[in-house]
Nanobody
């Protein structure tokens, strides 16, 4: 059974930082490309960051470039996202996603097969 479990969300003031983690089980993690997406009420789930399985190639949404960093630890079956300089616009439920192999684009949510339950990030002004 595949499980993706996010943690690290919470309430933070604008300008602050959070580190999200996503622990994977039931998959050969090192062979999976991983992504972070976020969603606010009434809006589509949107891409935030992704990391490829093979070469560690990363991609980011323009809105988070320079502030967020995605990384992975294959020994721990975990993907991380360090979020700095947070703004109220970053408030959302953040989801971890996984799919086997290399993607043509890490940004396309329909390419991901497995999803976590999400973790809430709230940034106060």
């Amino acid at each position: 059974q595949v499980r993706l479990v996010e943690s690290g969300g919470g309430l933070v003031q604008a300008g602050g930082s959070l580190r999200l983690s996503c622990a994977a089980s039931g998959i050969l993690f090192s062979r999976y490309s991983m992504g972070w997406f976020r969603q606010t009420p009434g809006k589509e789930r949107e891409f935030v960051a992704g990391i490829s399985w093979s070469d560690g190639n990363t991609d980011y949404a323009d809105s988070v470039k320079g502030r967020f960093t995605i990384s992975r630890d294959n020994a721990k079956n975990t993907v991380y996202m360090q979020m700095n300089s947070l703004t109220p616009e970053d408030t959302a439920v953040y989801y971890c996603a996984a799919t086997i192999g290399r993607l043509a684009s890490l940004k396309i949510k329909y390419e991901y097969k497995y999803w976590g339950q999400g973790t809430q990030v709230t940034v106060s002004s």
